[in-house]
């Protein structure tokens, strides 16, 4: 038995099937939201040095500015609204890998792919649509902040809500590409034969 599933796994690994299609164009939304990703990460600085400023101004010159606390609120929802797909994309998003962690690559790929496809499209689909007329009114009359010193541009703080769904569905898309081809395509086939020779050798 440990003959024929090392045999079986030397022609496995002899396997090499091209790049398809499929892969690219996975590897190149990977990408972009990577690079979107390590971008928002300078926010976080900028936004500790607004902060600071805001405290030092405060309680040693007893100074304040609107338009700096209110800098803070954006630059917190850019992070986190726009840094949500980076985050789905290293596996950052909580999860209950309870079981999940013991199942082949292809069992994990099938519950990937089915969370996508049931939770993760619905909820991005309804966040997009039931923002819509919200963030539409908003630029329509270029929204302002309330005080007479704040930012001038609610209308693009509002319009992340929009910007958030569309970034987390294209990672989501990237995402069900990868599992597909390991559920289906040839890579699946030798990752699920490796995985299934290795248990048998550890029988």
């Known amino acids: 038995?440990?003959?024929?599933?090392?045999?079986?796994?030397?022609?496995?690994?002899?396997?090499?099937?091209?790049?398809?299609?499929?892969?690219?164009?996975?590897?190149?939304?990977?990408?972009?939201?990577?690079?979107i990703g390590r971008l928002l990460t300078w926010l976080n600085l900028l936004m500790m040095l607004i902060v600071v400023t805001i405290v030092v101004m405060r309680y040693c010159f007893t100074m304040g500015s609107v338009a700096l606390q209110e800098s803070v609120s954006y630059l917190h929802a850019t992070t986190f609204m726009l840094g949500i797909?980076?985050?789905l994309q290293h596996g950052g998003h909580v999860?209950?890998?309870?079981?999940?962690?013991?199942?082949?690559?292809?069992?994990?790929?099938?519950i990937d792919l089915s969370g996508t496809l049931l939770f993760l499209l619905p909820v991005c689909l309804l966040i997009f649509f039931a923002s819509w007329d919200y963030v539409l009114a908003s630029w329509s009359i270029a929204e302002r902040s309330e005080e007479r010193s704040g930012i001038a541009f609610v209308y693009v703080l509002k319009g992340l809500l929009l910007l958030m769904p569309a970034l987390l569905l294209t990672q989501g898309f990237a995402g069900a590409l990868r599992q597909v081809e390991l559920i289906f395509g040839e890579r699946g086939q030798v990752t699920a034969a490796r995985t299934d020779n290795q248990i048998e050798c550890d029988r």
């Open 85 to 87: 797909a980076y985050t």
């Open 95 to 110: 999860r209950v890998d309870i079981f999940y962690r013991q199942f082949s690559p292809r069992r994990r790929a099938i």
């Open 1 to 35: 038995m440990r003959v024929r599933a090392r045999a079986t796994t030397s022609k496995a690994r002899d396997i090499r099937p091209p790049v398809n299609l499929t892969i690219q164009i996975a590897d190149r939304i990977d990408a972009v939201i990577n690079r």
